[in-house]
T-cell receptor, first 113, second 114 residues
Framework: GQNIDQPTEMTATEGAIVQINCTYQ??????LFWYQQHAGEAPTFLSY????GLEEKGRFSSFLSRSKGYSYLLLKELQMKDSASYLC??????????????FGTGTLLAVQP | DGGITQSPKYLFRKEGQNVTLSCEQN?????MYWYRQDPGQGLRLIYY???????QKGDIAEGYSVSREKKESFPLTVTSAQKNPTAFYLC?????????????FGSGTQLSVL
């Protein structure tokens, strides 16, 4: 089977740091993505991890531990515009060139003044 | 600018009616996807197409149909057999074999039942 878990909601303060966790259980793991989605809009790509470790991109960083089935997205210097849903998605390989993305339910982040 | 366009933004369906959601991309991507998004659930894959004139069922294909006659177009028809069609529908594309192969999403269509 396959399962992706992330918190439903989180609240943080403008200027602070927040960490959004994602745990997964799947066979054929072939990478993990984080997307940001504002309400009623398209998800936009934030980060991609396929090897263990931390990937940093400006205010956003993403970490992966394949042995633990765990990832987190770290947002620094929070801004009001960071209020959005954050989607964790695991790419699963089904053999050969067939890959599919499995999405978590998303974490709704509210940034408060 | 390259991108992926969905239309309409809002769509209403009457009982027993088929409706078609449009998805067009000018990114020259081979692969295109349709996802359904419901509150409290992750995106679920309806249909996908790896190349023109070919498409595959996703996890929740029942009550839906697609076509891929042109590389840039992947319309989704929600048929009367789909008994719970109210949802936010997202179209996406990607180019296999390029880097992380991230998905590019359209801005979505909100479908509601009258």
């Amino acid at each position: 089977g396959q399962n992706i878990d992330q918190p439903t909601e989180m609240t943080a303060t403008e200027g602070a740091i927040v960490q959004i966790n994602c745990t997964y259980q799947t066979s054929g793991f072939n990478g993990l993505f984080w997307y940001q989605q504002h309400a009623g809009e398209a998800p936009t790509f934030l980060s991609y991890n396929v090897l263990d470790g931390l990937e940093e991109k400006g205010r956003f960083s993403s970490f992966l531990s394949r042995s633990k089935g765990y990832s987190y997205l770290l947002l620094k210097e929070l801004q009001m515009k960071d209020s959005a849903s954050y989607l964790c998605a695991v790419r699963r390989n089904y053999g050969g060139a067939t890959n599919k993305l499995i999405f978590g339910t998303g974490t709704l982040l509210a940034v408060q003044p | 600018d390259g991108g992926i366009t969905q239309s309409p933004k809002y769509l209403f369906r009457k009982e027993g009616q088929n409706v078609t959601l449009s998805c067009e991309q000018n990114l020259n991507h081979d692969a295109m996807y349709w996802y359904r998004q419901d509150p409290g659930q992750g995106l679920r894959l309806i249909y996908y197409s790896q190349i023109v004139n070919d498409f595959q069922k996703g996890d929740i294909a029942e009550g839906y149909s697609v076509s891929r006659e042109k590389k840039e177009s992947f319309p989704l028809t929600v048929t009367s057999a789909q008994k719970n069609p109210t949802a936010f529908y997202l179209c996406a594309s990607r180019q296999p074999g390029q880097g992380n192969e991230k998905l590019f999403f359209g801005s979505g269509t909100q479908l509601s039942v009258l």
